[in-house]
Structure formats: C-alpha cells, structure tokens
C-alpha cells in the first residue's frame, strides 16, 4: 500500500488546520506554517494548556487535526514542528 497526499493546496490546508485547533480549544491563537508536501509547523497559544503536561498539550492539538491526518489521501502528512505557548 502506497501513501498518497492529497493534492490540497498547502494554503487551503493550513486554513483547515488552523481553524480545527481554534474550534476544539476556546481562545488559542495558531500559526501553520506549510512545509513540503503534507508537511506542517504549527504554533498554539493558549491559557487551556496550563498546568498540563507537554504531552497533553500535545494530545489536544493533534485530537483537534486528526480528522486531516487519517487515511491514505489525508492532505497533512506529518507535523515536523509543535511549539505550545501559554499566555
């Protein structure tokens, strides 16, 4: 089986990406930032992620894309960068 990017455009799927981690934590502010094919770097900011693990944060904002990473046309491929920020 062969793993296939979806040919979204890079700025259609970073407006995906930015407004499903918006959705899924009340008050973030997000970066993406499109790397090569499928690949992203995504900054959050938000008061949400305090006092939890990097691992949870982490876990929140990958719950919130998951949808855009599944199967083998998924137009994110990979997230080379996470930075979680707290106001």
């Known amino acids: 089986m062969t793993l296939q990017i979806l040919s ?6 970073q407006k995906l990406l ?4 918006e959705q ?6 997000v970066e993406v930032v499109a ?3 499928g690949h992203f770097e995504i900054r959050v900011k938000a008061a ?11 876990r ?3 719950a919130a894309i998951s949808h855009l990473m ?5 137009p994110v491929h990979a997230i080379d960068k996470m930075e979680i920020l707290i106001p």
């Open 35 to 37: 790397g090569g094919a």
């Open 70 to 74: 599944k199967g083998e046309t998924a």
């Open 18 to 21: 930015k407004e499903a981690i």
């Open 48 to 58: 949400e992620f305090a006092g939890q693990s990097r691992v949870t944060q982490q």
């Open 8 to 13: 979204t455009p890079s700025d259609q799927t």
């Open 24 to 29: 899924a934590i009340a008050g973030a502010e």
């Open 60 to 62: 929140t904002v990958y």
